[in-house]
């Protein structure tokens, strides 16, 4: 092949993606989403260094991202609808193709992708039987992917497998996601992501760096300068007070957002998704009745050790088992 292209196809996991992207910009402390293009650029230098070849002869020829999609009147009641359409046009700039389906909707109101996996891995051999790439790279943990690696084998075409490790704690508990090692055994080539972010000697690595969108979330307590509240007014307290309020504004992508305080009207605090406690940025919605302490930052006054009110119900509860 050294006179010859390398003809790269990316086939994305975009629920396995999303988590990770949402593990990065939330938990860990690069505090950023994960970048389309510097992961495309890492690809091609990756490739090029595993198959020995000039970066210039990798090239990816398609790429392509399935995931479970809301419909329009779920992603609003979700609040997703905005951040949705956002990675729409991230996507279709990088020129991934998509594909989507709806969601099922279990009886409790939750819901599950179907058959989404499937869909990946009949596309994935479909186009590498019609289409002859060299290599593809799975952006996965699923070791249900087992038998797609290893029927694409049988075409010729080699399998790189890029996935992450990673755990942090909700509500007290540890959450985990690890990478099928089934998986990691089969692939013909398996980069683990997190350690090769984490490496003490690429931390001035390019390519490891692009790998992030350089517009990352705002410090703890710091308000990007672009960021637009909803209200002009700044409330204002005394520091360590405790108050009650309402979510007035949610940046869901960027992890900050804005509560108008019960007794100062017209006014709203900003709070970083550092300061959530029981709660996630993606479960409040505007409306949602929240606690928390004043405080202050750079910018000034802002809320701290925000957590959901309790519902009516829950209070009473509370009181009866006294």
Not at 17 to 23: A, I, L, N, Q, R
Not at 148 to 155: D, E, P, S
Not at 233 to 252: F, R, Y
Request: hydrophobic share 40%; proline share 3%; glycine share 6%.
């Amino acid at each position: 092949m050294q006179n010859q292209v390398c003809r790269i196809a990316v086939f994305y996991d975009g629920s396995y993606f999303k988590k990770v992207s949402d593990y990065y910009l939330f938990q860990h402390e690069r505090r950023a989403r994960l970048s389309i293009k510097g992961l495309h650029e890492f690809i091609t230098a990756e490739v090029a260094r595993v198959e020995g070849l000039d970066a210039r002869q990798c090239q990816i020829v398609d790429a392509s991202y399935f995931r479970g999609r809301l419909t329009a009147q779920q992603a609003q009641d979700q609040n997703t609808l905005y951040s949705d359409r956002m990675l729409e046009d991230v996507l279709m700039r990088a020129d991934v193709t998509m594909f989507q389906q709806h969601v099922f909707t279990r009886p409790d109101g939750t819901f599950e992708e179907k058959s989404i996996d499937v869909w990946l891995a009949l596309e994935a051999y479909e186009m590498a039987s019609l289409k002859k790439y060299d290599l593809i790279v799975l952006i996965s943990g699923d070791g249900d992917f087992v038998p797609l690696v290893r029927k694409l084998n049988t075409l010729g075409t080699k399998v790189m497998l890029l996935g992450w490790d990673f755990s942090f704690e909700y509500k007290g508990r540890m959450q985990r996601t690890r990478v099928s090692s089934a998986l990691i055994e089969r692939a013909n080539y398996a980069v683990m992501m997190d350690a090769v972010i984490d490496a003490r000697e690429r931390r001035s690595d390019p390519f490891v760096n692009n790998l992030f969108l350089t517009q990352s979330l705002p410090q703890a307590g710091a308000v990007a300068a672009q960021a637009v509240a909803p209200e002009r007014n700044i409330a204002e307290g005394e520091p360590g007070q405790m108050a009650a309020g309402s979510v007035a504004h949610l940046a869901l992508d960027k992890g900050f957002g804005f509560i108008k305080p019960d007794e100062q009207e017209g006014s709203s605090l900003f709070f970083h998704v550092s300061e959530l406690q029981g709660v996630t940025l993606p479960e409040l919605s505007v409306g949602s009745r929240v606690r928390f302490v004043f405080g202050t930052n750079e910018r000034g006054a802002c809320a701290r050790s925000v957590s959901l009110e309790p519902s009516p119900a829950d209070a009473a509860g509370a009181l009866e088992s006294i």
